[in-house]
C-alpha cells in the first residue's frame, strides 16, 4: 500500500509537470494520497506500472486518480516555494549565477502548473504559498527565548490545508475538522524534528536553525513533539475512516518511532540549547519544510535520509541483534519490526 502510494505520487508529478517535476516526489506528501483513498468507499484506483530501478526493477501496481493528483499538487507547490527561497538566499548550487534563473523558471513553471491543477480541484494553492512568504519574517524575529511554535505555523499551516483537503476529495466533509487538526500538528513534528536532526551541523557552520535561534531546550522541543503525536493519535479518533490501516500506522506507531529516533540519533540534552544562548548567525535558506518538500541538500542520499526520518521501514539495516529485528529505538539500528524478545540489547515485546 506504501509503495503504491509514493510511485503513484512520482508518475503522476511525471504524467501532469513532466520528468523534472518528479524530482518534488517525497515520502511526506504520500500521506495526502493515503488520506483520500482511507476515506473513500470506493475501490482504490491501481494501475500497473512498468520496471524501475528503485524498485529492483520490478514491476508495481500503483495508485491514481484524485489522490495522488493532489499529493502532487502539493508537493510540486511547496517545492516550488523552496527552491524560490534557496535562489533568493544563494544557497548551494544556486549561489551560481548560471543556475539561478534557470531555477527561478522551473519554480515559477511549478507554481503556476500546481496552482491551475490544484484550482481544478477545488484546492486553493494560495494558502501554501502565502504560508510559505511568513516563513522568512517569522525566523527573521525568532530570537532566544521567543516561541519556537511560531516559526513552524508556516508548515503547520500548509500541511494543514492539504489534509483537510482530503476529505473534501473523498466526500467526508465531517473529517475537515480533524483533519486538519492532524495536519497542523503533522507539520509541527516535520519541523520540528528537521531542526532537531541538523542542529549540530548548523550550529558547527553557522547556519539559522529555529532551535538554536530561540535558544529552546532539547528537552522541550521532544515535549513539543510527544504531544504533537498524541494530538495527532487524538484526532485521528474523530476521522472516519473506510480503510485506515496505512495511515493509522503511519500517523501513530511510526510518527512516534521517528520522534524517538530523531532524538536517540541526535544525541542532544537538554543543556545542548541553554536558554539566553548567543544564536548562531540568521542565514535564511535552510529548508525547515524538507519533510514536505522532498528536497535534501546534504551529503546523505536524500531517499535514505528522508526514509530514515520518516521511520518507515519494513526491514532492519545493520542490526546487532545476530539477525533479528526489534523495535528498541536507540540501541540498535533495527527499523522496522518487532524481535518477539529474540534479542537481550533491548525490552522488546
Known sequence: MWTAQLCGLCLALRDDYGQNGRIATNYDGLVVSALVEAQSTAAP????????????????????G????????????????????????GDGV????????????????????????GTAMGFDTGVLLAAIGRQASLEAAAAPGSSLL?????TETSVAAAFAHTAVLAGRPANVGPLREVGQLFGRV??????????????????????????TPIDD????CDDAVLGIELALADVEFA??????????????????????????????????????????GEAPLDDVVGIETGEENPEEKAQRKAGWFD?????????????????????GCCCDGCCDCCDCS
Not at 522541543?221 to 513539543?224: A, F, H, L, Q
Open 150 to 154: 511560531a516559526v513552524t505555523e508556516p
Open 315 to 335: 526491514g532492519c539495516f545493520a542490526c546487532d541483534c545476530s539477525g533479528c529485528c526489534c523495535d528498541c529505538d536507540g540501541c540498535c539500528e533495527c527499523d
Open 190 to 215: 516535520a519541523h520540528l524534528l528537521d531542526a532537531v536532526e541538523d542542529l549540530h551541523d548548523d550550529r558547527v557552520h553557522g547556519k539559522w536553525n529555529p532551535v538554536a535561534a530561540t535558544a
Open 243 to 284: 480503510d485506515g490501516r496505512l495511515v493509522q500506522r503511519l500517523l501513530t506507531r511510526e510518527l512516534r518511532r521517528a520522534v524517538s529516533r530523531t532524538f536517540s540519533h541526535a544525541g542532544h540534552t537538554a543543556t545542548d540549547v541553554p536558554l539566553g544562548a548567543e544564536p548562531p548567525v540568521a542565514s535564511f
Open 221 to 224: 522541543v521532544r515535549i513539543m
Open 66 to 89: 484524485e489522490s495522488v493528483r493532489l499529493a502532487a499538487v502539493v508537493s510540486l507547490v511547496l517545492a516550488a516555494a523552496r527552491v524560490r527561497d534557496h535562489v533568493d538566499d
Open 45 to 64: 484506483g491501481r494501475r500497473e506500472a512498468g520496471r524501475c530501478p528503485l524498485r529492483g526493477m520490478r514491476k508495481a501496481d500503483v495508485a491514481i
Open 94 to 117: 544556486f549561489a551560481a549565477a548560471g543556475v539561478r534563473p534557470a531555477a527561478r523558471r522551473i519554480a515559477d513553471r511549478w507554481a503556476r502548473q500546481g496552482t491551475e491543477v
